[in-house]
């Protein structure tokens, strides 16, 4: 079938003509050099291996059964069997030659970094660079500290600190003297007449 002609999908001529008989599977050629004696007895032993198939998964499934029930009754939980098993592999891995060889070339590897002039240079600088950072952290921390002493002992703080305690006196004033009551914002006795909309 040509997938770009305009037929597409469509049955050629010479492809009605063949005749289909569904009831007769077509024979192939390693089949066509059997005798019918050895092809009987070829379908013989093939319906005997299916058969035993099917026995083996359902005593494999029997078996399975069996197995999850000694499990639980011996409290063995699938959690458990999983660590278990990783455990195990893990260990596997660790023993095996590829992992024992790479850790091997790892450790070599390390050394010889840790060996060399370029590596020792830079942990001796970036030391140095951490307790130069850390100097003048201590320094700058000092500085501020100093200042602001000095800023807290000058006259414009001392003259703002007096404003706010007396900011703070006038509002919480009345409390402290044992009354809960603030100084009402209306003036006088008139009463509150209540026009909001709400």
Known sequence: INLNSPNKGMLSDF????PVDPGVPSRTSAVEGLTEVEEEELQAELVKVEEEIVTLRQVLAAKERHCGELKRRLGLSTLGELKQNLSRSWHDVQVSTAYVKTSEKLGEWNEKVTQSDLYKKTQETLSQAGQ???AALSTMGSAISRK???????????SFEDRVGTIKSKVVGGRE???????SPTSGDQPLTDHAPF
Do not use: W
């Open 132 to 134: 130069k950072t850390s």
């Open 177 to 183: 003297n044992g009354s809960d009551n603030l100084p």
């Open 15 to 18: 492809m009605t003509d063949v």
């Open 148 to 158: 602001l002493g000095d800023m807290r002992n000058s006259s414009t703080f001392k």
